[in-house]
């Protein structure tokens, strides 16, 4: 089944723990994405990834990492975290950056006490 | 990428038709009308697009006006797993940063 999966899928942390939650997509597609939804701010984009080994911040970068070392997996990293990084996260995926409907992860609920 | 207006909130009964309207009456030539819908804080679900002509999927069917400056989401038969909220995105094709609005509430009643 073609699908975006995140892990974890809940997570409760305290400021300053490290953490990284994972993004995978079996669909072969070169784009991904992370997002980011609070209440009355709707999503936004954190970081993207166009292809292997390239990523671009998005709207709200600040206090995230990304990697795409391998085109399946998008990992997002909070070095150190905060209670402002409270949030319901989506990694999405598309064929490419310009071709192809965008498919979204199930979402990772986090915590940050 | 235009700006999209959608009405807050909308109910339907069981089993009627739902439909969803959104006005973009900045859209340009080259600019895609997307449907999403997110149900109770899962990841949102794409729907259908179109660019001019009307579109037809499994989930919905999507009428853009011919001056392309609104468009509507039909659910032709819906059910109360139905209850989202839906998202219009009018946007280049493709499938890059989509900016998501506050969307409509729909709400389907037994």
């Known amino acids: 089944e073609a699908q975006v999966t995140q892990n974890p899928r809940y997570l409760i942390t305290v400021t300053g723990k490290k953490l990284t939650v994972t993004c995978s997509q079996n669909?072969?597609?070169?784009?991904m994405s992370w997002y980011r939804q609070d209440p009355g701010l709707g999503l936004r984009q954190i970081y993207y990834s166009m292809n292997v080994e390239v990523t671009d911040k998005g709207d709200v970068p600040e206090g995230y990492k990304v990697s795409r070392k391998e085109k399946r997996n998008f990992p997002l990293i909070l070095e150190s975290p905060s209670p402002n990084q409270t949030s319901l996260y989506f990694c999405?995926?598309?064929?490419?950056?310009?071709?192809?409907?965008?498919?979204f992860g199930p979402g990772t609920r986090l915590l940050v006490l | 990428d235009a700006k999209t207006t959608q009405p807050t909130s909308m109910d339907c009964a069981e089993g009627r038709a739902a439909n969803l309207p959104c006005n973009h009456s900045t859209i340009s030539g080259n600019e895609y009308v997307y449907w999403y819908r997110q149900i109770h804080s899962q990841g949102p679900q794409y729907i259908i697009h179109?660019?001019?002509n009307n579109e037809t999927n499994e989930m919905a069917s999507l009428i853009i006006t011919e001056d392309r400056k609104s468009s509507t989401l039909i659910l032709p038969h819906a059910t109360l797993r139905d209850t989202a909220v839906y998202y219009c995105?009018?946007?280049?094709?493709?499938?890059?940063?989509?900016?998501f609005g506050a969307g409509t509430i729909l709400r389907v009643k037994s």
């Open positions: 179109g660019l001019k």
């Open positions: 669909m072969n597609h070169e784009y």
């Open positions: 999405a995926s598309s064929l490419t950056a310009l071709r192809g409907t965008q498919y």
């Open positions: 995105i009018v946007r280049v094709g493709g499938g890059n940063k989509l900016v």
